[in-house]
């Protein structure tokens, strides 16, 4: 090129008239640049359903972070001469077989139960969009490879493997043990989920144009693909951690979770189970924090989901 | 001869040295699929130079697309394989390069725009940030400074408002402005190459006017070189200097435009404008050439088009006439070129 070669078009040319071509005035705009998930925020900021759930989620991680903002009773502090009363003004929540005080002992509840929960789905996230991105976009051997180990993963059921594995594992289940477990078996259905979504979006024109336009391939990836790809992980994440509270609680009712003297939900249940019908405090209290956190993540991944399309704007 | 632009300079475009912006020398194209293995381009050539404006002009399927990806470098590999030929950039063999010098040449030097700019464009992102992306990774530049770029060149593409625009997303837009934010991405480098792949087949007619008036200013205040493939030889006939027919993977012919339109060298050429609409065409029906294209699976023996051809002789059943040049600058590749139009 001659005199143009370090300027753009812009500089070359002075900006044109401006064409009478019909635009509708589109929608209010702002002076800072958006982002996809800038834009999603000022939508969920709106949303009833994501404020309710936002709360109920913030209430219960802030219990497992600190539940001595909520009770000042220790829950492993029993005498067996309360034991088995029903709720009264002293004890909110009542007590249990041991005599312990059954608010304080569901408010600690919380921390194993949200603690699994969020580990789970963190690491499980992790390794699905990794292996499937990259299942996804490089295709081949590599795809077919971990295609069909992600299958047999899958073809566990995420309880019955739990189950078995930490059924070996009697005498030293912690939260860690528990979480990892959990992990093992948790992060195929995400995987596939992440590499169907990879596959529709790798066949996009955007993808063909941004390579023309001169992007590497891990740009691409992260930029492109990724951006375009990870709205439903990133929902059924959120969902993926009300149902892994769930299973936790149903493995430790099956006795194969958290061992006492731990605290957790699914244990206070387990504990309770021969004493349900005369004292239904002791399934109540700890279903309702349980199915209440379950729900706060589901309605959370819904709400998501509508703030992340665009096109549904 | 030639159109001369006003930028350029006294090169002959057809000189085969490296005088020549872009040169493509005899590219083929594979695709090996499970139901066999397709020529998607066969032995086409072509050249663009600066401030020159190249048509490649055919059916649907007829490799005037892939030969465009095969410059870029971005066909899907498998199944499409560059089987040969040469992609001459100011001499040096895009073929050749190593994937991290070619990448840099991609977007910066050799442009690209495609055909329909909803799906082209990233719908998660603004305009704005699409745009001056190429800015920040190209040319180092801060985001605001990319973003001061990006209102620029969407003025220069004459999109209203462009200030408040650029924080929209692509969905938000036209299609006709959807495709000049493709565009304004395209050039926004200042590329000396920028190939415009169908840019107004998913537009409506009065849009596709204004679409490609954009293009030759842009090209004429810049003096890039542009290459248009269409299936549309009235587009064809406003902007374009030279044109190169492609029929089942290979040129048929290549020709001044102006000299085209005077006089075909080749029957399927003349087909194709026989089956233009024009103006003074009232009343009668139009004649389409006859047949369907080929499947390039199953291309037929000799001459590719002799299936469909008026003046079929035996020789074109089984001799696959070379593509020749017939008068200086005309190429065709028909075994009667001189002859058959005689009449």
């Given at each position: 090129?001659?005199?143009?070669?370090?300027?753009t078009?812009?500089?070359?040319?002075?900006?044109?008239?401006?064409?009478?071509?019909?635009?509708?005035?589109?929608?209010?705009?702002?002076?800072?640049?958006?982002?996809?998930?800038?834009?999603?925020?000022?939508?969920?900021?709106?949303?009833?359903?994501?404020?309710?759930?936002?709360?109920?989620?913030?209430?219960?991680?802030?219990?497992?972070?600190?539940?001595?903002?909520?009770?000042?009773?220790?829950p492993?502090?029993?005498?067996?001469?309360?034991?088995?009363?029903?709720?009264?003004?002293?004890?909110?929540?009542?007590?249990?077989?041991?005599?312990?005080?059954?608010?304080?002992?569901?408010?600690?509840?919380?921390?194993?139960?949200?603690?699994?929960?969020?580990?789970v789905?963190?690491?499980?996230?992790?390794?699905?969009?990794?292996?499937?991105?990259?299942?996804?976009?490089?295709?081949?051997?590599?795809?077919?490879?971990?295609?069909?180990?992600?299958?047999?993963?899958?073809?566990?059921?995420?309880?019955?493997?739990?189950?078995?594995?930490?059924?070996?594992?009697?005498?030293?289940?912690?939260?860690?043990?528990?979480?990892?477990?959990?992990?093992?078996?948790?992060w195929?259905?995400?995987?596939?989920?992440?590499?169907?979504?990879?596959?529709?979006?790798?066949?996009?024109?955007?993808?063909?144009?941004?390579?023309?336009?001169?992007?590497?391939?891990?740009?691409?990836?992260t930029?492109?693909?990724?951006?375009?790809?990870?709205?439903?992980?990133?929902?059924?994440?959120?969902?993926?951690?009300?149902?892994?509270?769930?299973?936790?609680?149903?493995?430790?009712?099956?006795?194969?979770?958290?061992?006492?003297?731990?605290?957790?939900w699914?244990?206070m249940?387990?504990?309770?189970?021969?004493?349900?019908?005369?004292?239904?405090?002791?399934?109540?209290?700890?279903?309702?924090?349980?199915?209440?956190?379950?729900?706060?993540?589901?309605?959370?991944?819904?709400?998501?989901?509508?703030?992340?399309?665009?096109?549904?704007? | 001869?030639?159109?001369?632009?006003?930028?350029?300079?006294?090169?002959?475009?057809?000189?085969?040295?490296?005088?020549?912006?872009?040169?493509?020398?005899?590219?083929?194209?594979?695709?090996?699929?499970?139901?066999?293995?397709?020529?998607?381009a066969?032995?086409?050539?072509?050249?663009?130079?600066?401030?020159?404006?190249?048509?490649?002009?055919?059916?649907?399927?007829?490799?005037?697309?892939?030969?465009?990806?095969?410059?870029?470098?971005?066909?899907?590999?498998?199944?499409?394989?560059?089987?040969?030929?040469?992609?001459?950039?100011?001499?040096?063999?895009?073929?050749?390069?190593?994937?991290?010098?070619?990448?840099?040449?991609?977007?910066?030097?050799?442009?690209?725009?495609?055909?329909?700019?909803?799906?082209?464009?990233?719908?998660?992102?603004?305009?704005?940030?699409?745009?001056?992306?190429?800015?920040q990774?190209?040319?180092?530049?801060?985001?605001?400074?990319?973003?001061?770029?990006?209102?620029?060149?969407?003025?220069?593409?004459?999109?209203?408002?462009?200030?408040?625009?650029?924080?929209?997303?692509?969905?938000?837009?036209?299609?006709?402005?959807?495709?000049?934010?493709?565009i304004?991405?395209?050039?926004?480098?200042?590329?000396?190459?920028?190939?415009?792949?169908?840019?107004?087949?998913?537009?409506?007619?009065?849009?596709?006017?204004?679409?490609?008036?954009?293009?030759?200013?842009?090209?004429?205040?810049?003096?890039?070189?542009?290459?248009?493939?269409?299936?549309?030889?009235?587009?064809?006939?406003?902007?374009?200097?030279?044109?190169?027919?492609?029929?089942?993977?290979?040129?048929?012919?290549?020709?001044?435009?102006?000299?085209?339109?005077?006089?075909?060298?080749?029957p399927?050429?003349?087909?194709?404008?026989?089956?233009?609409?024009?103006?003074?065409?009232?009343?009668?029906?139009?004649?389409?050439?006859?047949?369907?294209?080929?499947?390039?699976?199953?291309?037929?023996?000799?001459?590719?088009?002799?299936?469909?051809?008026?003046y079929?002789?035996?020789?074109?059943?089984?001799?696959?006439?070379?593509?020749?040049?017939?008068?200086?600058?005309?190429?065709?590749?028909?075994?009667?070129?001189?002859?058959?139009?005689?009449d």
């Amino acid at each position: 090129m001659t005199d143009t070669t370090n300027k753009t078009p812009a500089e070359v040319l002075a900006p044109d008239v401006v064409t009478p071509e019909v635009v509708p005035p589109q929608a209010p705009t702002q002076d800072k640049p958006a982002s996809l998930w800038s834009d999603a925020w000022k939508e969920l900021r709106r949303k009833p359903g994501f404020i309710i759930s936002a709360l109920l989620v913030i209430l219960m991680v802030v219990m497992a972070a600190f539940p001595t903002l909520f009770t000042s009773v220790d829950p492993r502090d029993c005498s067996l001469i309360d034991a088995l009363q029903t709720p009264s003004a002293e004890h909110r929540f009542g007590t249990d077989l041991q005599g312990c005080d059954y608010y304080a002992r569901t408010i600690w509840g919380a921390r194993a139960s949200v603690s699994i929960g969020l580990i789970v789905t963190f690491f499980s996230t992790i390794i699905a969009v990794a292996l499937g991105s990259l299942s996804g976009y490089k295709g081949g051997w590599l795809d077919s490879t971990l295609s069909r180990f992600t299958d047999i993963m899958f073809a566990i059921p995420l309880i019955l493997g739990a189950l078995v594995i930490l059924n070996a594992l009697a005498g030293s289940r912690g939260v860690l043990q528990v979480s990892a477990v959990l992990i093992a078996f948790g992060w195929p259905t995400m995987m596939r989920l992440m590499r169907s979504s990879v596959l529709s979006v790798k066949e996009l024109d955007f993808i063909d144009a941004a390579r023309a336009l001169g992007a590497s391939d891990w740009r691409i990836i992260t930029r492109h693909v990724l951006a375009n790809g990870i709205t439903p992980v990133v929902v059924y994440a959120t969902i993926t951690v009300g149902v892994i509270i769930s299973a936790e609680a149903s493995l430790s009712f099956l006795n194969v979770g958290l061992q006492l003297p731990a605290i957790s939900w699914g244990l206070m249940i387990n504990t309770a189970q021969n004493r349900i019908l005369a004292f239904p405090h002791l399934l109540f209290f700890p279903g309702l924090f349980l199915s209440m956190t379950v729900f706060a993540f589901i309605l959370m991944g819904d709400a998501l989901r509508d703030a992340l399309d665009p096109k549904l704007r | 001869m030639t159109k001369v632009t006003p930028l350029d300079t006294a090169v002959d475009p057809r000189s085969a040295d490296t005088g020549v912006l872009l040169d493509v020398k005899d590219l083929e194209v594979e695709f090996r699929m499970r139901s066999g293995t397709v020529k998607a381009a066969n032995r086409v050539s072509y050249q663009v130079d600066k401030g020159e404006t190249l048509a490649i002009v055919g059916e649907s399927g007829s490799g005037k697309t892939v030969s465009a990806q095969a410059i870029m470098g971005i066909i899907d590999s498998p199944p499409g394989f560059v089987t040969g030929g040469e992609i001459l950039f100011r001499g040096k063999d895009l073929l050749k390069m190593e994937e991290k010098e070619r990448r840099q040449i991609r977007g910066d030097r050799i442009s690209m725009i495609f055909q329909d700019a909803l799906t082209a464009l990233n719908p998660v992102f603004t305009v704005g940030w699409q745009i001056s992306e190429m800015f920040q990774k190209h040319r180092g530049m801060s985001k605001s400074e990319g973003y001061k770029r990006a209102v620029e060149l969407m003025n220069l593409v004459k999109i209203p408002s462009a200030a408040e625009r650029v924080n929209a997303y692509p969905h938000e837009f036209s299609g006709g402005m959807r495709q000049r934010v493709m565009i304004a991405m395209a050039i926004a480098l200042d590329p000396d190459v920028l190939i415009a792949d169908e840019p107004t087949t998913a537009l409506d007619v009065t849009v596709q006017a204004q679409i490609m008036g954009l293009l030759a200013d842009l090209q004429q205040q810049t003096g890039m070189g542009l290459i248009l493939i269409t299936h549309d030889l009235g587009v064809v006939a406003e902007v374009a200097d030279k044109v190169s027919v492609m029929y089942a993977a290979e040129i048929v012919e290549t020709a001044d435009i102006r000299e085209l339109y005077r006089h075909p060298y080749h029957p399927y050429t003349e087909g194709l404008m026989r089956s233009l609409v024009r103006p003074d065409h009232k009343g009668g029906r139009l004649s389409p050439i006859k047949g369907s294209p080929p499947d390039l699976l199953h291309i037929p023996s000799g001459c590719p088009f002799h299936p469909r051809c008026d003046y079929v002789q035996d020789v074109c059943r089984t001799d696959d006439p070379p593509l020749r040049e017939i008068l200086e600058g005309r190429t065709s590749a028909c075994h009667f070129a001189e002859v058959f139009s005689d009449d």
